[in-house]
């Protein structure tokens, strides 16, 4: 799942650098206080934090925290019971769903995932979309059952047409919403059954489409790098040096973070991460430094973790150092 939320870090000395070692927070502390109740069985307090934070104001991390904590399912039906009416228990049930469908997958490659873990994924899936759906009637303003439901319908492979009408419904609902569109472009990767040519086309578009200083603009690096991701050794490399690869990296950064009116809030961390890890394998030195240091150590395991899955950190501090920052 590490896809579907954003990360935070802690930081420490060393050598005069920034020692950066990935948690499970951006910084937030709702992120932690929501995570410790979740643990602890507390929807009182679950429900104060999510209610405090309204769907205007992107609460997506904040449902992941909850959804990824061990043992939701179990407590969350109590909760289901008492509450049969209410939509946000149905959220966190629905989302929760998603996680631990995924939990059952795993990350290996289809091939290496059994015949049982994949029956136990998509009954999870479909659990979840059934939650989703009684959230998005109850709450028709709601962004976040439109999301999660761009989620479940990749793991159950629902077509890019009925992929295309959740995206779409969650953009009626948030035009601007950074993990609807993270999750329309995975769809229309080549590995989920689209094209490089049209997920650099949806990048492109998202990101030029919306105002400058938007967090869209990481959407054009994302796409980068899964093209780069889907590649051998040589060829991968070849391609992120290409001329054009690092103009287009160049000119989605002056309409993103570059721009006076980008705003350091929600996922900023993630898209600087991602700009840094596309330039510096672009070999765009100078651009490198500079999104390394405005990251200042602070790493989220997105998209690091595509250089070192049990490491990001030190994926980081690699291409950091690769550099000379």
Known sequence: MALLRQWGLTLGKWAGKPVARVQ??????????????????DWSAVRAVLEARPESGDRTELLWAVGDTDG?????????????????????????????????????????VSREQFEVFHARLRTAEEYLYEVAEREPLWTS?????QITGRGLQV??????????????????????????LQQVCDKW???HEEMHAFARASAFG?????QLGQ?????????????????DAAYMRRPEVTASLREAADHSFRHPDFVRDGGWIQVLNTFAMAFSLAGDRDAARE??????????????????????????????????R
């Open 219 to 235: 959407l054009v690096a994302i796409a980068h790098l899964e093209h780069w991701l889907s590649l051998d050794a040589g060829p």
């Open 193 to 195: 059954g689209g094209s």
């Open 291 to 324: 999104c390394f240091g405005i990251t200042d150590g602070r790493v989220t395991e997105f998209p690091w973790y595509y250089l070192n899955g049990s490491d990001p950190a030190a994926a980081y501090r690699k291409q950091r150092s690769s550099i000379g």
């Open 72 to 112: 939701v399912e179990r407590w969350i039906a109590g909760v289901l019971e008492a509450e049969p009416e209410a939509a946000l228990p149905r959220l966190v049930a629905g989302i929760r769903h998603i996680s631990w469908g995924w939990e059952a997958r795993t990350s290996a490659r289809a091939k290496d």
């Open 210 to 214: 919306a105002p400058a200083g938007t």
């Open 145 to 149: 059952p439109w999301y999660g439901l």
């Open 24 to 41: 499970e927070d951006s910084g937030d502390p709702d992120v932690r206080r929501v995570r410790e109740a979740a643990a602890a069985a």
């Open 159 to 184: 077509g890019q047409t009925t992929a295309r009408r959740r995206f779409e419904a969650t953009m009626r609902r948030d035009p601007g919403h950074l993990g609807a569109h993270q999750q329309q």
